[in-house]
């Protein structure tokens, strides 16, 4: 059975029972144990990111509306946890999806890796932006609309307030697509025999 691995989350399937009566062998056996392994140890890492993500959402996002001093303080400790586990993943990932029973194409590991590098430019603008939030409290307010104003801030700062939201649009958009394009690709992959690993 092909394991398949979304981009938060691994599959939980298990090999395939083929009902013959003969007994693996040893190096089908330590294979067995090994995808296991990759698929738990892949589990573990992505459930991490997904676990500091969800605290980053609840805590109120990238978003002003709704912010409080205590709320900002919380998101601006957080963020640099959560690139820490970006970069964690950087590491770790590739050889974990090249080690599964049917490794994942590099052309897909790659476009994970994208997928990350947005992350990391959402995280990176974000801290910076709610940075910006939590220094001028009290100076601005969201309208029903949901855009920031800020009352008597330098416009040098509203400037910076908007490059670093285009920021945060951009790579926001950029990961929806690749998202989709490697969704595609494993859908593709599933309907397909898969090319055989390395």
Known sequence: MSTQTTLCGCSESK???TGSSEQPSESSRARDEQSVSAEELIAQEVARF???SGQL????????????????????????TIIEEIDRLDRALPALLRS?????????????????NTDRAMMAAGFELLSVYEEHIGEWA???????EF???????????????GVISRAAMEQGA???????????DA????PPGP
């Open 15 to 17: 090999p395939s029972d």
């Open 50 to 52: 997904r676990s500091l």
């Open 57 to 80: 959402i609840e805590l109120g996002g990238l978003d002003a509306a709704g912010a409080t001093p205590e709320s900002l303080r919380a998101r601006i400790e957080l963020i640099p």
């Open 100 to 116: 599964l029973p049917d490794p994942m194409p590099p052309e897909d590991i790659e476009l994970i890796g994208r997928i990350r």
């Open 142 to 148: 969201v309208t029903t609309e949901g855009v920031v």
């Open 151 to 165: 009352d008597g801030l330098p416009e040098e700062d509203i400037r910076r307030v908007n490059t670093l939201l």
């Open 178 to 188: 690749l998202q989709q394009e490697y969704l595609s690709r494993r859908s593709g």
């Open 191 to 194: 309907a397909e025999p898969e």
